[in-house]
């Protein structure tokens, strides 16, 4: 009876476990997503503001946020260089992201 006690008591410890580490792994792998989705709506704001796409910066920002299933939580325009911040549910997680581009700063000497 013993036994069967100490079996019951590990198999609770390696679930609990393993469901923590599953949400974790979720959280992780949600987060990649928001950095790689924020870099790509970064990058387009900063081509839309430079002129090489039509449209408003963050609402091309916006566009491909969304369209990755992602929400916008912030854009914001310096000149042509472009800074968006992402966001994406991940179980009992929320995880953000933030991306800037846009043309090099001209260093002067």
């Known amino acids: 009876m013993a036994g069967s006690t100490v079996s019951i008591g590990v198999l609770a410890v390696v679930a609990t476990l393993g469901m923590g580490l599953g949400a974790v792994g979720s959280a992780a792998v949600s987060a990649a997503r928001a950095a790689a989705t924020a870099d790509t709506a970064a990058v387009a704001a900063a081509d839309t503001a430079l002129g090489f796409v039509a449209g408003a910066p963050c609402e091309r920002a916006e566009e491909i946020v969304t369209s990755a299933g992602l929400s916008l939580v912030g854009c914001e325009m310096d000149g042509v260089s ?7 549910a991940a179980g009992v997680f929320r995880v953000h992201a933030r991306a800037r581009a846009g043309p090099p700063a001209a260093h002067s000497g």
């Open 82 to 88: 472009a800074t968006v911040t992402a966001a994406a």
